[in-house]
C-alpha cells in the first residue's frame, strides 16, 4: 500500500472555470492518474493542490528556481558598450584598479537583466508571463570574473480573471562566489496559462 494518501474530501465536481475538482483541487489527469503515480510523484500533485488552495492556478506558490552568470572582463566591456554606458569603471582595467574596488566592475544593469530575465526564461516553459513591477537592490559591486548564483521563489500567486492569469509575487537576489548578496529583489508578474 503507498504511503501517500489521496487527498479526495468526497466532493467530485470539476470545476468548469478553474479545471481543477472543486474538492480536492486536481485536475482529471491527475485524478485519473493517482493509483498509477509513486509516491514523490503523488506528494508534488499535493504541493500543487496546497498551492491552488491558496489561490493559485498556473503557478505553484513556493516554486523557486536559479542561475548562475560568470561575467569576465569582456562580457563586462560587451554589456556596458552595448547600453552606452561609458563609465571607465566597466572598460579601463588601469583606472577600475586604481578605484576602491580594485578591478572592473559590472554596470548594474547587467546582473540586473539577468536576473530578471530569468523570469520570463522560467514561467515560459509552460506559460506565457509577463513582467509588471521589478524592485532591485544592488547590494555590492560585481566585480570581473565573479560567478554568481541568482534566485527567485514564488512567495504569493492569486488568479486575477481581469489578467487572465496568476498575480504572482517573487522574492529573490543572488550572491557571488564567496556567499556575499550583491542584489536583493521583487517583482510583480503575471503568469496566464500557455
Known amino acids: 500500500m503507498n504511503g501517500v494518501a489521496s487527498p479526495c474530501v468526497d466532493v467530485c465536481r470539476m470545476n468548469a472555470e478553474t479545471g481543477f475538482c472543486d474538492g480536492c483541487f486536481r485536475t482529471l489527469d491527475e485524478i485519473a492518474a493517482w493509483s498509477a503515480y509513486d509516491d514523490d510523484a503523488k506528494r508534488a500533485v499535493l504541493d500543487r493542490v496546497e ?30 558598450t552595448l547600453v552606452d554606458d561609458r563609465n571607465p569603471l566597466h572598460h ?38 509577463l513582467g509588471l513591477e521589478f524592485g532591485i537592490r544592488l547590494t555590492r559591486a ?13 512567495i504569493e500567486a492569486k488568479w486575477k480573471a481581469s489578467l487572465r492569469g496568476d498575480l504572482v509575487k517573487l522574492a529573490g537576489g543572488a550572491t557571488n562566489q564567496a556567499g556575499d548578496t550583491v542584489m536583493k529583489a521583487t517583482a510583480t508578474i503575471v503568469v496566464m496559462p500557455a
Open 51 to 80: 498551492s491552488r488552495r491558496q489561490g493559485a492556478r498556473v503557478v505553484m506558490i513556493g516554486e523557486s528556481f536559479e542561475a548562475t552568470l560568470s561575467l569576465p572582463p569582456d562580457s563586462i566591456r560587451h554589456f556596458a
Open 142 to 154: 560585481v566585480q570581473a570574473n565573479d560567478v554568481i548564483t541568482m534566485r527567485w521563489q514564488v
Open 92 to 129: 579601463d582595467e588601469a583606472y577600475a584598479r586604481a578605484s576602491r574596488f580594485g578591478a572592473l566592475i559590472a554596470s548594474g544593469t547587467q546582473p540586473t537583466a539577468h536576473l530578471m530575465a530569468m523570469i520570463a526564461t522560467h514561467f515560459s516553459r509552460y506559460a506565457q508571463p
